[in-house]
């Protein structure tokens, strides 16, 4: 059975840092395509940051977080991990993993994936 698993999220205050982790479990991804997402209240699923697990190289919604947050995998633990520093207010949200076969970052900035983890909540304060 495919899980993957979000942790990290939590309490920061503005200028905040936090590390999000997601293990994956349950079959071999090391041709996936591996991103994280957002989703604020009453907002739609956002695409935040892409990595592939084959080569490492990652993608950014760089309007949202250009230069803040930074994603990187540990193939040996089979973990994707997100940086987020100088963490703003309106980075709040439940933030996903997810995985999708392949060279897949089209599909996951079109929130496409083939694999979704259940979420870990980030709250930045003011």
């Known amino acids: 059975q495919v899980q993957l698993a979000e942790s990290g999220g939590g309490l920061v205050q503005a200028g905040g840092s936090l590390r999000l982790s997601c293990v994956a479990s349950g079959r071999t991804f090391s041709r996936d395509t591996m991103g994280w997402f957002r989703q604020a209240p009453g907002k739609e699923r956002e695409f935040v940051a892409a990595i592939s697990w084959w080569t490492g190289v990652d993608t950014y919604n760089a309007d949202s977080v250009k230069g803040r947050f930074t994603i990187s995998r540990d193939n040996a633990k089979n973990t994707v991990y997100l940086q987020m520093n100088s963490l703003k207010p309106e980075d709040t949200g439940v933030y996903y993993c997810?995985?999708?076969?392949?060279?897949?970052?089209?599909?996951?900035?079109?929130?496409?994936?083939?694999?979704w983890g259940q979420g870990t909540q980030v709250t930045v304060s003011s």
């Open positions: 997810a995985a999708a076969a392949a060279s897949a970052t089209a599909r996951l900035r079109k929130i496409d994936a083939d694999y």
